[in-house]
């Protein structure tokens, strides 16, 4: 009952920046959480960041630590995730998530279409 639909990815040079959204729609009044997850190919899906409506709280990966932000527009309930300093290995297809009742990393109650970014040396 909720959708969720990311925008966005590309072809970037490593170095370089790229700005995700994801838009939800539907019964948003039930999220708690949201956040980005990505998958690399032959890699199982990684938690890369997400924010808590009840507290504004972000969390992130280690690996996209100072690199990444995780922010969000309440009004029109969307995400954005502000990707700077991108590397190759930042190559995957990233996938906006929410959950209804807990904080992310966890198990999302909702999931995007997915997003391609790659990232080239």
């Known amino acids: 009952q909720v959708r969720l639909v990311e925008s966005g990815g590309g072809l970037v040079q490593a170095g370089g920046s790229l700005r995700l959204s994801c838009a939800a729609s539907?019964?948003?009044?039930?999220?708690?959480?949201m956040g980005w997850f990505r998958q690399a190919p032959g890699k199982e899906r990684e938690f890369v960041a997400s924010?808590?409506?009840?507290?504004?709280?972000?969390y992130y990966a280690d690996s996209v630590k100072g690199r990444f932000t995780i922010s969000r527009d309440n009004a029109g309930y969307t995400v954005y995730l502000q990707m700077n300093s991108l590397k190759p290995d930042d190559t995957a297809v990233y996938s906006c998530?929410?959950?209804?009742?807990?904080?992310?990393?966890?198990?999302?109650?909702?999931w995007g279409q997915g997003t391609q970014v790659t990232v080239s040396s």
């Open positions: 924010i808590a409506w009840s507290a504004d709280n972000t």
């Open positions: 998530a929410a959950d209804s009742r807990r904080p992310l990393p966890g198990n999302p109650d909702y």
């Open positions: 539907g019964r948003t009044f039930s999220i708690y959480s």
